[in-house]
T-cell receptor, first 111, second 114 residues
Framework: AQRVTQPEKLLSVFKGAPVELKCNYS??????LFWYVQYSRQRLQLLLR??SRESIKGFTADLNKGETSFHLKKPFAQEEDSAMYYC?????????????FGKGTRLSVIA | EAEVAQSPRYKITEKSQAVAFWCDPI?????LYWYRQILGQGPELLVQ????????DSQLPKDRFSAERLKGVDSTLKIQPAELGDSAMYLC????????????FGSGTRLTVV
C-alpha cells in the first residue's frame, strides 16, 4: 500500500535556524516524491519534486531509498516560510496517477 | 498565470440536503482530480477523470457522491444527501496527461454541514 508519513504536526523554529521537515514513505514500485506548500489563505502549490533535484526558496530534499525518506531541509529559516507543508508521492512509471499525501506539518518560524 | 477555478469558495448546508461544487481546470489539461481534505489531514483522492472518462473512483462514496465531466472540460461534484462527516475542504486539481508538464490545484470549496 502507498503511504506517506509526516511524524510532526507542528514544528517551531527561530528565524535563521535550520529547518528539517520529515517525510517517510511506503511504496512498492518506483515512487516520485513531492513537497507541496500552502501559505495562509492560499492554494496548495508545488514546492519541489525529487526528479528535478532543484532548490526552491532555499529548500532542498533528497530521496533516500534505503531509509524510504524524503526530508525537506533549509539551512536558515525565514518568517515567510511559515506555512503548511505536505509530502506526497505518486507512481514514477505513469504520467497521470494521483498523489498520495501525508497529513502535513505546520512550520512556524519565530522572529 | 492560469488557474484552476472552483466555486463556491464556502458552502454551508443542512444535513440531508444536496450540495454541488464546480471546477474549471486549466485550458488543455486533460486530467482532472477531486480531492477531499478533512481538517488536520492531507488531501485524499475522491475521483480522477481523463477527459470525460472516470479513471479512478474507488474512493468515492458512490451511495451519496457523484461526479461528472460531461464535455471533458469543467466538472461537477455532488453530494446527496450531505452528512455531518462530509464537512471538509474539496479540492480540484488538473494536469496534462503527462503530469510532468504541470499539476495545479484550485483554491477549494470549504463545506460545512450543520
Amino acid at each position: 500500500a502507498q503511504r506517506v508519513t509526516q511524524p510532526e504536526k507542528l514544528l517551531s523554529v527561530f528565524k535563521g535556524a535550520p529547518v528539517e521537515l520529515k517525510c517517510n514513505y511506503s511504496y512498492s514500485g518506483s515512487p516520485e516524491l513531492f513537497w507541496y506548500v500552502q501559505y495562509s489563505r492560499q492554494r496548495l502549490q508545488l514546492l519541489l519534486r525529487h526528479i528535478s533535484r532543484e532548490s526552491i526558496k532555499g529548500f532542498t530534499a533528497d530521496l533516500n531509498k534505503g531509509e524510504t525518506s524524503f526530508h525537506l531541509k533549509k539551512p536558515f529559516a525565514q518568517e515567510e516560510d511559515s506555512a503548511m507543508y505536505y509530502c506526497a508521492l505518486s507512481s514514477r512509471n505513469s504520467g497521470n496517477t494521483p498523489l498520495v499525501f501525508g497529513k502535513g506539518t505546520r512550520l512556524s518560524v519565530i522572529a | 498565470e492560469a488557474e484552476v477555478a472552483q466555486s463556491p469558495r464556502y458552502k454551508i448546508t443542512e444535513k440531508s440536503q444536496a450540495v454541488a461544487f464546480w471546477c474549471d481546470p486549466i485550458s488543455g489539461h486533460a486530467t482532472l482530480y477531486w480531492y477531499r481534505q478533512i481538517l488536520g489531514q492531507g488531501p485524499e483522492l475522491l475521483v480522477q477523470f481523463q477527459d470525460e472518462s472516470v479513471v479512478d473512483d474507488s474512493q468515492l462514496p458512490k451511495d451519496r457522491f457523484s461526479a461528472e465531466r460531461l464535455k471533458g472540460v469543467d466538472s461537477t461534484l455532488k453530494i446527496q444527501p450531505a452528512e455531518l462527516g462530509d464537512s471538509a475542504m474539496y479540492l480540484c486539481a488538473s494536469s496534462f496527461a503527462d503530469r510532468a508538464l504541470g499539476y495545479t490545484f484550485g483554491s477549494g470549496t470549504r463545506l460545512t454541514v450543520v
